[in-house]
């Protein structure tokens, strides 16, 4: 059976594709979840996608997925600088955590440079778009012992 | 003919698989490098390896990559949280440049929480061991086009 | 056809006029987008009102507005000093934002006089109270060319 | 007739028993109400208890609690360090309040050692376990003038 | 007869319409102050203007205006953000102070975001140009107490 | 047999009662000690109670409590934010450490509310005036297992 | 013949007696010079003043008293906090300077607390009123070796 | 009957006179007690003159002379940087504090420019050497009205 | 027809010979000025000069420099470290800027070590003393495309 | 005829060898003090040694010790990192002052990494246990010019 | 006999004309060192020069230079901000030390703002592309007293 | 057989006895060498030395120290203060660490008050010139259980 893998998106994700483009690129939300899902079947995982303009949802997902998930694959958009409580519900997730990153926070603004979500996370992966999301599928499939 | 990619391992990464292993896992370095050759080769690339404890040493390496690499990996080692000397290296590179880490820096002291590379890398992987290669690997193949 | 724009309130503002009136004054949310909104109709403009306890709410709204609205006017509330998220949301907002404080918040706490919106809206108005909203709709008008 | 007292739960405090038990203990957070409420019956108050991962249902919990309780017993979580919104609904409110922490916020990581919501409560009790909400309880019985 | 407004700007804005046009648009200083004439005569305000790029005339001008006018609306350019002296004399007056900025100093360089004057002002507008002016002007009345 | 707590008191606590009782109120050191006797001896405990305006003599009190007190409740006064040496003092004891506070340091100035004895303390309570000792001392009991 | 002293008066200390008298005070400038001429004659001084609210003019004034001058008395006003042009000048003042203020700029706003006056003056006198500048002119009078 | 003043030094100034006399001078505290005494003696004013090293018994002697003495003239040499616990005793004295440095603080070391007693002083002189003290008892002659 | 330069110096700098010989030299200003215009004339150039310990006659001086003059070279004195407004009246001006300081910045105070006018300068000479000049006049000749 | 030699140990260092023995061993200050004697008497010094939770007796011991010893050996405990009164103390004595600490206070938490009597200490030694206090007794004979 | 003058250049200068041509402007290194060099000669001044990457190479350079040569001129490259180590070279070298940058860092990133090797230099010139070594090797031979 | 130490010195260090012999006195490298190997003979300790002004050089001769000698003795330099790179491998060194200073750090610079190396080395000595050595030789003699 499948290993299922919960795949969260933060605040404003649901405007990929339309969203200063420049850094973003053109690819939508969907996009990126139909790419992530043809990458995880073939490695046995089977994709669980939410979005959430609210922080509170997004604790709840991520509680919602103990005991069910073996894997959370979060990009926890603008939260990632400051939401001590989406890391406390990370801290309390007994899988594996990997953060992604569309862009690369560290060649912007400064306040984009502080992860509070990081030290909680497995490991992180940012600034490769698209593919980023297949690296941490990918990644989560090597984490778990899955081959293809 | 296949795409050259220059993978630099900076100071007491030669130690990998005898320090610290509760950090840094039992690999070796020439584990890492058998392991990213063997995801390169079907995808194309041919990878070039370096490691060096000399600071000068890594930037003669970037500088060597100018006009006849098309990417570099970099896990810059304790260099990653002072060296604006690799910075300005990198920046003058006109290819990707991925950063990797094998280890989860934001989990550890806080000096390690501030990379002077990362705002010239297209991106970053952190945390993921052995995998964190194998996803810079893939990763560059996907900047540059590659299909298996 | 009147051009519409959204006005929205955060966190707190629905107790305007019980909560400590000494600084925000006895007018109520309901007596203020009465104001609002009796300026606005001469020269040419419909205003859709909102408050919201839930930033992730505040986000939805924003997003909502995008296309069919020419402009926001939003007090964030004590978001201001902290929400990144709806810095993001303004960010990808096509028209023009003005952000507005009842009281002047420069003359209050230190924490109150960090503003994380400001940075992307048009323009601000703080300290003004009721007539805040007067100028913000005022100054909507002429940004989108309106006359009366 | 009893007092009503509002009793608040913050982010992830529903996994109380569950997560990280060497920090928080083994205690539900059904046992921690049931607990409180068998110290308020005898002291003449009513509990009325919520858990909210939202930060903007936390707030209208709170405004809504205007006018209709004696108090408010509040375990902010981890927006005790971030949430000017919970500080200014607390503000807003015209009975006392005391904050609650299971574990001692001092002795943790230095991001738990601020609490923007202590500048507008009566008093705190923290590091007690489930002890604090018993003395939390008493305290506000004292506060309110209650006799056993 | 009409309540008497000073209208003070500070450093370099006599260069208005020639300096850095793409900040500040190309409305020249006489514009600026046409233009609030005109806006405050039906209003019932009589305008006195001045500009001086020296700190000590600005203060002299305050003081002068002690007694002898309803309010006052100033432009303090780069003095903003470190004359305390000038907060000083704003301080000692005792009608309404409105800041202005043509500009959003929010969305430029960090030391233009700390203004020293602030604190001692009823009220501030920024980023609206010309607008910000006008708008100044009319909520100036309101302050006073003025009907058209 | 009764358990010995020791309760220390640091310096100006001499002055209860009769200094800023706006913050501190009327009741005097004598009132606190006896109040708290009273809530103790029905838990089976027995308080030892002292106060000194010396660090010192704050040291060695809480030295020679090592092994003959079953707990120590501390008010270090303004020793809270700066002693270091009381610190290590507490750090060195074996038993539960409750640190009490009469008013709430975090709604005062800025230097009050960094507590140096906090990391060390099992729990701290702070802004209930008389009623805090009540519930120090019965957290006490709690924390020892006695009961009523 | 009497030693000549500079007392010198930095911006809006022109507005003593009527600016902010509950921390100011009620005698104004005037008064203040009268009552340090009235110390000074007996002990062999001669006392010239000025006030400027020119940061300019007051340095033109210090460079002015030298060689001519055997000490100066300045208050600088808010310039204390910023000048180190003023700083400069005193600096290269070859006799001795005691910096005066009125109020204790301790007991203000934070920024208040900051004077880069003090490390170039002899010595300084603050929150004594008027009779800081008696003790000034008494204290100038001993440190040139005059006796009454 | 004369006035009862308590004149306290704090750590290190038994050694005047013999420590750093290029900072300090040559004066013993002997010296400046007697210089003292025969300032205030025509000024109809007893001095009570104590030193010590301890801040305990700093803060007794503070707290004795509550109730007895019409003023304080302390310099509480390098207590003067840290002791919140001698600022708290200050406060709760109702009469006059004078704070004297024989050494200008903001000519030296960094930390010496900081002051926690201040805020609670009335007024403070450094720099001035021994007349520093003849200063300080005039001006508390001057504060309580005493003529000579 | 030779290029007209203006060479400004700002406060303080009047008393260059007199004032710390021991950082500044013995050369006067009228020597420098006299050195400077010697090496400018053979290239071409015609210095204007002007001192002034006033901030508001620097940013006249520059202003009326615009549009007839080829250049600045400007030492703006203890205004380098505070001047925002002279940092915006160069930012106004369309030709080349050159920073001078005749002592070394980075040798001296803290404070000395940052320069607000230095981002709006083409470059910058520090250290040289009169030679400094010599060599601000050759850059900006050769910046003018100048030859001897 | 011996030198003599103070050795002083700071706040709650009575306590070694019960005192977290994994941080600071099993060895008693007698212990400590044996072992000092009995490498000093060799050397030709007699060991004077004071243990003293009290920092005024501190700074006492050390004034005693001026004149009539030939160096300090001094474990200042935790007032290392706060007690500016010691740090005077000690910069009033003659003669060699050696600070040893028995942990390595840098590997410890970072407020243990500051020192603020290192600065008047000639060396300083730590984390070397009880042979840091051989090695500073060595060292002080040798700086002494004493032979064994 | 000519002068011998020591022309370092540090990280990634051997780059210049090929890096980032729009901030270093297309000269190399071999045209800055020929143009350095024909400047040099009519003055009486011989260079030797040196790129290199390597901090431990500059710091040989640097020491190798004593006893024979007359002077420094260095471009530290990014070595500049953060090299205590060829700071300490530096100050270890008997001759004066000019310090040249080709851009000028304080326009650029915040981090090129700070050199650590300013203070030990003779002076600075920095932001003046090629003209800045014709500008330090006339400077050099200024304060070589060499005439042409 | 001789127990084998590793002395490592850092740069600079290579021209003791000819740089600032005021704060490094004259004895030469060599000196300290020969010192440091009299001492170690008689404690059966052979010292092997080395001194490198190249970073990388450090950390090869520490990697190489892995598994062959008893302890290492390092000085390094300016490298104390920014080198994470020798953090990390002298983290991954297996034997005793001892870092030595011949001046005493903590009274010059600022930046020389923190080592980055400290937290990984077993002890540090600092500011006993030569006898420093001769201290960390015998310290590591008892460190590694040798008896002379």
Request: glycine share 10%; no cysteine; hydrophobic share 45%.
């Amino acid at each position: 059976m499948a290993s299922r893998i919960l795949v969260v998106h933060g605040p404003n994700l649901n405007l990929l594709g339309e969203r200063e483009p420049e850094i973003y690129g053109r690819a939508t939300l969907a996009d990126y979840v139909t790419h992530a899902r043809a990458i995880a079947a073939p490695l046995g995982m089977d994709i669980e996608d939410h979005q959430s303009n609210h922080e509170g949802e997004l604790i709840d997902l991520i509680h919602n997925a103990r005991g069910r998930t073996a894997g959370i694959i979060i990009n926890p958009g603008a939260f990632t600088h400051s939401s001590w409580a989406i890391h406390d519900a990370l801290a309390a997730y007994e899988g594996h955590v990997i953060e992604v990153h569309i862009s690369n926070p560290d060649a912007r603004e400064p306040w984009r440079r502080t992860s509070v979500v990081a030290p909680v996370a497995t490991g992180s992966i940012s600034g490769l778009g698209i593919h980023g999301y297949e690296m941490a599928v990918r990644a989560m499939a090597r984490l778990l012992g899955l081959t293809e």
